[in-house]
Nanobody, 119 residues
């Protein structure tokens, strides 16, 4: 089973940038589709972006043009570069496998990393 540890969060002003990292364990990492997710207070967790094993990418409409997901299979790491941050991007960000539209059935989540965007 692949496990994930997120880092890189913090406090940033609106318009700023931040890069999150997600280090995964497991020998099958390079074949896994990996997603970044976020959960704001009082809201459901949502999918932000995912990247396939060969680098294909998909983004939520709310972050298109501002966020970039990438991966380094040699380092078992997935990144989320976030630019032009907005207060509504404030959330706990998690990475996890992306299993398709049924991803909400995932039950094993790490601690995540808090991103706070001040206005």
């Amino acid at each position: 089973q692949v496990r994930f540890v997120e880092s890189g969060g913090g406090l940033v002003q609106a318009g700023g940038s931040m890069r999150l990292s997600c280090v995964a364990s497991g020998s099958t990492f390079s074949r896994n589709v990996i997603g970044w997710y976020r959960q704001a207070p009082g809201k459901l967790r949502e999918l932000v972006a995912f990247v396939t094993g060969d680098g294909g990418r998909n983004y939520a409409d709310s972050v298109k043009g501002r966020f970039t997901i990438s991966r380094d299979n040699a380092k078992n790491t997935v990144y989320l570069q976030m630019n032009r941050l907005k207060p509504e991007d404030t959330a706990v960000y998690h990475c996890n496998s992306y299993t398709g539209p049924n991803w909400r059935l995932l039950v094993d989540w790490g601690q995540g990393t808090q991103v706070t965007v001040s206005s």
